[in-house]
């Protein structure tokens, strides 16, 4: 896409506060005022949203559930329920894609607008305000915005305005709004990036923007210049259309056309199984799956679902099987078959996580680890490809490896915790 370096543009960050929370709260009023944790509720289960109430404690997201009991005793535990904040979540994206000329669904609780050109018909500000009134109105659920020059900028403004806010940095005052705020919140920066800066004694986006790009370049290769220049308030980055996202597929045609269902079922399960791998590695959620199959005579028929956000092979294989059941209904021979996840958004597979057993959610770890390691076809569990006991054998081994590692990263964090390293 050509972006016009000096045509100004007008970016609107919309996030969900305490999204999760905000939910169960609609469903449950008493748990309005109070400490509220959604997570995996066992001691191995991780935190996925809390309330301010829980946060006065230390509570964050993504810590584990053991610590954040730890530090807040009184907290309410809710395992979460991912169906109910999908349907929340595309309530908001339905409000939005009827409105917005240009809008991105970057996660399940994160969209941006691109409102540039707007003003000539409608002040942008007071469209953003009428927005945000009308999702608060119509689901009931807190949200805070920004609207500024760029993605980066309007998503820093609308963690400012956190919670329940909005606030508009308009291009004139976009420099010395960033200046005196972390170098946290800048979205590029994790973790790791942070605590290198922070080492170097960089505290604030005014320190950082003022270091030579070259020396950041030279610290942290090409990323480095990114950091500048988000820290100088450029960032070039379009709106992507929601539906022109890439989504991820596969096909596979046949040598010798055939009907054998329990070889189609099998190849469907290993193909949702290679995609579903590729999901994960891009820390992606889908929302749909659509199936497809050609038929000999080259009539192609295609089905698709709408499924909570989801990155499991499980779930994901089940519809898919599902979906082939009811397309394929003629008994002809088949040439193609083709599976296709869609409507996708960032997220990771601790979102999910409180919908399995924490034995499940380290198998898949384990899996995608050996993956990573030794080829994406290095692990399969699609039924048939190995006798049961072969299966369950794996599976054991590679859960105890996964069980290891886990412990081990707990302990990581919980120094990390303790003494910030
Ligand atoms: N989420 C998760 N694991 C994470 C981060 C997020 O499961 N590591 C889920 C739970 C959140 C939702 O995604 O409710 C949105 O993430 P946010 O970072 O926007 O967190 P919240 O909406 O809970 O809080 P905030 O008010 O800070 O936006
Ligand atoms: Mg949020």
């Known amino acids: 896409m050509f972006i016009a370096g000096n045509i100004e543009r007008s970016v609107l960050h919309l996030d969900l506060d305490t999204f999760f ?41 993504a810590m584990p559930m053991k610590m954040a009991r730890n530090l807040c005793p009184d907290a309410i535990v809710i395992r979460g329920d ?27 609780d994160e969209h941006y607008i691109d409102l540039t050109g707007m003003d000539r018909f409608y002040g942008c500000y007071k469209w953003s305000h009428d927005l945000r009134q009308y999702i608060i109105k119509e689901t009931g659920l807190p949200i805070s915005i920004g609207l500024s020059v760029n993605k980066t900028v309007s998503k820093i403004a609308a963690g400012e305005a956190k919670p329940n806010g909005e606030i508009e940095v308009k291009k004139e005052i976009v420099l010395p709004f960033l200046d005196p705020l972390s170098i ?30 070259e ?32 989504s991820i597929s596969t096909e596979h045609t046949f040598e010798k056309d055939t009907t054998d269902m329990a070889r189609l079922n099998q190849l469907l399960a290993s193909m949702v199984e290679r995609i579903a791998y590729e999901l994960r590695k891009q820390e992606k959620l889908t929302s749909c799956v659509t199936v497809k199959i050609r038929y000999s005579n080259f009539d192609t028929h295609t089905l698709q ?15 898919a099987k599902e979906l082939f059941a009811k397309l394929y209904q003629r008994r002809m021979l088949i040439r193609l078959i083709g599976v296709r996840f869609s409507h996708m958004v960032r997220g990771v597979q601790q979102l999910d996580m409180f919908d399995d057993t924490p034995e499940k959610v380290s198998l898949y ?25 072969e299966r369950e054998e794996k599976a054991l081994k590679q859960l105890e490896n996964a069980l290891t590692e886990q412990k081990m990263m707990e302990e990581r964090l ?8």
Request: glycine content about 8%; hydrophobic content about 35%; some cysteine.
């Open 184 to 213: 946290s919140k800048i979205p590029m920066i994790g973790q790791k990036t942070y605590h290198v800066l922070r080492s170097m004694g960089i505290a604030t986006i005014y320190t950082l923007r003022n270091i030579p790009a």
């Open 82 to 108: 991912m169906e109910a904040y999908s349907n929340y979540s595309n309530m908001v994206t339905d409000i939005i894609a009827e409105r917005s000329p240009l809008y991105e669904k970057s996660s399940i």
């Open 305 to 319: 679902k709408r499924i909570p956000y989801t990155s499991f092979d499980h779930v994901l294989t089940d519809v």
């Open 365 to 389: 770890m384990a899996m995608d680890k050996l993956r990573r390691r030794f080829g994406r076809d290095a692990v399969r569990c699609a039924a048939g490809v190995m006798t049961a006991q």
């Open 215 to 246: 020396m950041l370049e030279k610290l942290m290769g090409k990323n480095g210049i990114e950091i500048w220049k988000r820290a100088n308030g450029i960032d070039h980055t379009p709106v992507m259309n929601y539906f022109e996202q890439k």
């Open 21 to 61: 929370v905000s939910v169960e709260r609609l469903r449950n009023g008493r748990l309005i005022g109070k400490p509220v944790i959604i997570g995996g509720i066992s001691d191995r289960g991780v935190v996925s949203s809390c309330s301010y109430e829980a946060r006065k404690y230390g509570v964050s997201s």
């Open 414 to 421: 919980k120094k990390y915790m303790m003494y910030g390293f």
